[in-house]
């Protein structure tokens, strides 16, 4: 069986905090893998906005390989027609959707509506926002709305793009770790505690292994460093 994960290049990308003790007096396990798992808190970022955090996020982002894109391509081609031969969809190739070749990046709607008007949608990136309630109509700038996993998988069968990155929120992490849509996890570390109510999903990590760990930065008054795990 396929791993979809690698035929169309599916990855997630985030940034988690420490997070600051409950009322209860529960503390964060020095070297637990949970240690770094805050997402959010009141419909924000829990730190205050990191600027080395948020170049490194669009650097990985909207970093594409013109030469590496039709063995790419080729690859998922190449499952469209064995699974056409089965019986089990079309056979369409990649559209000719943009231009220059970029990147796909998947938000929930929260995280959608959480970006500042200036920068909506993300440049030099396909967005696709991942929503049962919004329609077209709820939305003036040019992105591609969808209302299940199942439909991204659809719309990437005929997209012309190089990664697909999934940004989040938790529940969009969480459903494509368990389906074992995840080809690697682009995790920021930000050494800071802070109160948080969204949190990053717990996942097997028998599936993956830390494959790069960054040097560690200083900015806004904390550290932090950027790991990545593959499967």
């Known amino acids: 069986m396929e791993d979809l994960s690698d035929?169309?290049?599916?990855?997630?990308?985030?940034?988690?905090?420490?997070?600051?003790?409950?009322?209860?007096g529960t503390?964060?396990?020095?070297?637990?893998?949970?240690?770094?798992?805050?997402?959010g808190n009141k419909g924000t970022l829990p730190w205050k906005c990191n600027s080395v955090d948020m170049k490194y996020l669009r650097s990985v982002m909207t970093y594409v390989d013109e030469s590496k894109y039709e063995k790419?391509?080729?690859?998922?081609?190449?499952?469209?027609?064995?699974?056409?031969?089965?019986?089990?969809?079309?056979?369409?190739?990649?559209?000719?959707?943009?231009?220059?070749l970029q990147n796909v990046v998947v938000?929930?709607?929260?995280?959608?509506?959480?970006?500042?008007k200036q920068y909506k949608p993300l440049p030099n990136r396909i967005n696709v926002v991942l929503s049962k309630t919004l329609t077209k109509e709820d939305v003036k700038e040019k992105v591609f709305i969808i209302d299940s996993i199942d439909d991204l998988l659809?719309?990437?069968?005929?997209?012309?793009?190089?990664?697909?990155?999934?940004?989040?929120?938790a529940q969009?992490?969480?459903?494509c770790l368990s389906r074992n849509l995840i080809k690697q996890?682009?995790?920021?570390?930000?050494?800071?505690?802070?109160?948080?109510?969204?949190?990053?999903?717990?996942?097997?990590e028998s599936q993956f292994r830390v494959t790069s760990v960054s040097e560690v930065y200083n900015s806004k008054g904390t550290t932090l460093d950027f790991l990545v795990y593959s499967k």
């Open 154 to 169: 659809l719309l990437l069968k005929k997209l012309k793009y190089y990664k697909c990155f999934i940004i989040g929120g």
């Open 72 to 100: 790419l391509k080729w690859k998922r081609e190449r499952y469209l027609r064995m699974e056409a031969s089965q019986g089990g969809g079309d056979n369409t190739s990649g559209g000719d959707n943009a231009d220059k």
């Open 7 to 24: 035929v169309f290049d599916i990855y997630a990308i985030c940034a988690c905090c420490k997070v600051a003790p409950t009322s209860e």
């Open 172 to 175: 969009v992490y969480r459903e």
């Open 107 to 116: 938000m929930g709607r929260s995280n959608w509506e959480s970006i500042p």
């Open 185 to 204: 996890i682009y995790f920021t570390r930000i050494n800071g505690a802070y109160p948080c109510d969204v949190f990053f999903p717990e996942f097997d």
């Open 27 to 39: 503390k964060n396990e020095p070297f637990s893998p949970r240690t770094f798992r805050g997402l």
